[in-house]
Each structure stands twice: as C-alpha cells, then as structure tokens.
C-alpha cells in the first residue's frame, strides 16, 4: 500500500504548482532611508553588487558582515549626494571589479566577454565540418562490377 502511494505521489508530482520562496532580504530595518527615492535607488545598486563572501548573492540578499557594510557605505555615498554612478566607481576603485556582477566589457574583461560566443561558433563549426565529412564519406562510390564478378552473381542468383 506504501508503495502504491509513493507510486501515486511521483506520478502526480509533476501536476502540482511550483512555488519558489521569496529570498529573504537581509536589509536590516536601522539600514533603511527614510526617503523612498534614495531607499529605491540604494537597492537598485545593491542588486548590482556582488557580496565578496557568498559570490552568487548581491549585498541586498546576503547576510554576510560585508554585505552589511557595503549596503550601509552605499547608502553613505548616495546621502553625500553621489550619483549612481559615482557610487558604483567608489566601490569597485575600493573593493575591485570583482564586486560587479557585470564587470564592464573593456580590456582583459574583454576576452572573458567574447570567449563564449566564440566558443560557440567554433564548435558550431567544427560540429557542422564533422557531420558534413561525414556524410560524404558515408557512402562509398558505385563501382561497376567486371566481367567475372557480374557472371558470379548471375550463377547465384539463378540457383
């Protein structure tokens, strides 16, 4: 009976509506500005911004001590009456490009931002070269048969 019901469960799995979780954001209440347009535009910039502990969470999501203060140095800069802009250049000088979750496409970030689409197409390339050898050599030439050989098969097949 476990069994039929486990049975039942995986078959109508696929069936039931997936919900994913909100992510929990870990801006902290003291962190909050109390003007909206500034609240606004400080987590706009740290979704941006990539937390240097967790790696694949912005600072707006992490719970990381650096994260912690990296929303709060934002938020600093924007009250001095930074642009977004200058905000952003203020913490990539100080912590590096690595902090961007899209680093610009310049210089050696260059080779990284190119790489994949090259490598696509040379694959493409190489697959297409592949299948169309392939094709070709598939098949062998037709050869006439000689003399003898056409008499040979004769003799078989009239047997």
């Given at each position: 009976m476990k069994r039929l019901m486990l049975i039942l469960a995986l078959m109508l799995a696929p069936l039931l509506p997936v919900v994913a979780p909100a992510p929990a954001l870990a801006v902290q209440p003291d962190e909050?500005?109390?003007?909206?347009?500034?609240?606004?535009?400080?987590?706009?910039?740290?979704?941006?911004?990539?937390?240097?502990?967790?790696?694949?969470?912005?600072?707006?999501?992490?719970?990381?001590?650096?994260?912690?203060?990296?929303?709060?140095?934002?938020?600093?800069?924007?009250?001095?009456?930074?642009?977004?802009?200058?905000?952003?250049?203020?913490?990539?000088?100080?912590?590096?490009?690595?902090?961007?979750?899209?680093?610009?496409?310049?210089?050696?970030?260059?080779?990284?931002?190119?790489?994949?689409?090259?490598?696509?197409?040379?694959?493409?390339g190489i697959g297409f070269g592949f299948l169309r050898s392939r094709r070709a050599s598939a098949e062998p030439p037709l050869v006439a048969l000689d003399a003898a050989e056409q008499r040979r098969l004769e003799e078989i097949l009239n047997k």
């Open positions: 909050v500005l109390p003007d909206p347009v500034l609240e606004a535009r400080a987590r706009a910039l740290s979704k941006v911004l990539r937390c240097p502990v967790c790696q694949s969470e912005n600072i707006d999501e992490s719970n990381a001590e650096v994260s912690r203060d990296l929303r709060i140095l934002v938020r600093e800069r924007l009250l001095a009456g930074d642009s977004d802009s200058a905000v952003l250049d203020y913490i990539t000088a100080r912590y590096g490009e690595y902090v961007l979750f899209q680093p610009d496409a310049s210089g050696g970030n260059l080779i990284l931002w190119l790489a994949g689409p090259v490598m696509l197409l040379a694959g493409l």
